[in-house]
């Protein structure tokens, strides 16, 4: 097949409310049926991505999870070591410290912004702390000056987990920037997405970035923090004596495809952040004036991306109606659902009840978190025709109302 009737083929055939436009889709088949020829996707995305987000170094990996997991072994989490993460996070920031032989510390959050703070990261703070975990969650940046302040003040490393975010601001900064290395996610439901999995771990910090590529990367010598090689001259390699190993890693590598949809998508990513901004802010504004329904506070250093909409469901001790309940009415209204927030770790049954040094999986430790995981309900933003969401905004309204009136 000629590439001009790939073009053709593509400029015709992709609807116009595809996940995936012509740019992602065209770099796809270019990796696929180019392959031999050995284009550098990967180092591409890499570029293009530390350029958009104005840092030194980026390193992609095949999922945020796997980036964590090498973040960690990049500011040297090991066996023993105190990692403070929110409660209120997905289980695999948990996870990545316990791959490493750390402990996990769970710290409580604002009720407000659903966002970890310095002051609870100081209460979990002991000579064992080796680093900690922020996460900007739903899309708004945690007070990463105040955290970074108190990480120097104990000498500790922050790995900001910004799975859930990409190009919201804290005072007038990047999301992902200020840490001391911070990791991005491309999983379908993400703002950027890259087929399916992937993603990237950013620094400024030549040593961490080194570290985290060699850790991803099986530990092949001549990678650098800005890439390096893992194929040499075929004069060097086919010699017995060659040695390619100085550091035990795994095999997180991103593949060609996987890089080329990202790379498409990156093109266009404030037009996709931009889009999911709109329909987080037509929520906002609809539905204003509830003191039962209370939307995620965004502090007024930073703006929100709106990974979701957000919102502190008060109606059961108002009006007798359940989470469920009310999730049951919106859908027999019309509306599409919603979620609930991912179970708080330490609840959840691969961790409940077991013990990781001083910490003691069971419920109490975080009484907000696990407050906010039992009444918050969160709104897809990721509509591609604002008409739709216009319309499903419009259902949620009407039931807020029925239940207002009584």
């Known amino acids: 097949m000629e590439n001009t009737l790939i073009n053709d083929y593509l400029t015709n055939n992709i609807p116009n409310d595809s996940k995936f436009s012509y740019p992602e889709v065209a770099n796809a088949l270019e990796a696929l049926l180019n392959h031999e020829a050995g284009y550098p996707w990967v180092n591409e995305f890499e570029k293009k991505f530390a350029t958009k987000m104005g840092v030194k170094y980026a390193i992609a990996c095949n999922s945020g999870t796997s980036g964590l997991h090498a973040a960690l072994h990049a500011v040297g989490i090991s066996e023993g070591d105190e990692v403070i993460i929110p409660a209120l996070t997905v289980i695999m920031d948990a996870y990545a410290v316990l791959h490493h032989g750390g402990v996990p510390v769970f710290a409580d959050v604002d009720e407000s912004t659903h966002l970890i703070t310095a002051e609870e990261i100081e209460k979990k703070i002991t000579p064992k702390t080796k680093a900690i975990i922020t996460v900007a969650w739903d899309g708004i940046s945690c007070d990463m000056d105040s955290i970074m302040s108190l990480a120097k003040n104990h000498n500790l490393k922050v790995v900001d987990d910004c799975a859930r975010t990409v190009l919201s601001t804290y005072k007038g900064t990047l999301a992902g920037t200020i840490a001391d290395i911070s990791v991005f996610s491309f999983e379908s439901k993400k703002h950027l997405s890259a087929g399916g999995e992937g993603g990237m771990i950013v620094s400024n910090d030549e040593a961490l970035a080194t570290n985290a590529r060699k850790f991803a990367g099986i530990g092949y010598k001549h990678m650098t923090a800005d890439a390096g090689r893992t194929h040499l001259a075929i004069g060097t390699v086919q010699d017995p004596a060659y040695k390619r190993f100085d550091t035990i890693g795994v095999n997180y590598r991103m593949n060609d495809i996987t890089a080329a949809i990202g790379t498409g998508q990156l093109d266009r990513i404030e037009e996709i952040v931009s889009r999911r901004q709109q329909v987080g802010k037509m929520f906002l504004e609809a539905t204003s004036g509830y003191d039962w329904f209370i939307p995620q506070a965004t502090p007024e250093d930073c703006t929100h991306s709106y990974y979701t909409f957000s919102v502190d469901y008060r109606g059961l001790e108002l009006f007798g109606v359940s ?49 906010l995981q039992e009444r918050v309900m969160c709104f897809k933003t990721n509509y591609r025709d604002l008409g739709v969401a216009q319309e499903k905004i419009a259902i949620l309204v009407k039931l807020l109302r029925s239940l207002d009136e009584k």
């Open 323 to 371: 989470w469920k309940q009310f999730y049951n009415r919106y859908k027999e209204m019309g509306g599409d659902g919603f979620y609930g927030i991912v179970a708080i770790p330490y609840t959840e049954p691969a961790l409940a009840g077991k013990t990781f040094g001083s910490t003691k999986c069971m419920p109490g430790l975080c009484p907000i978190s696990e407050g």
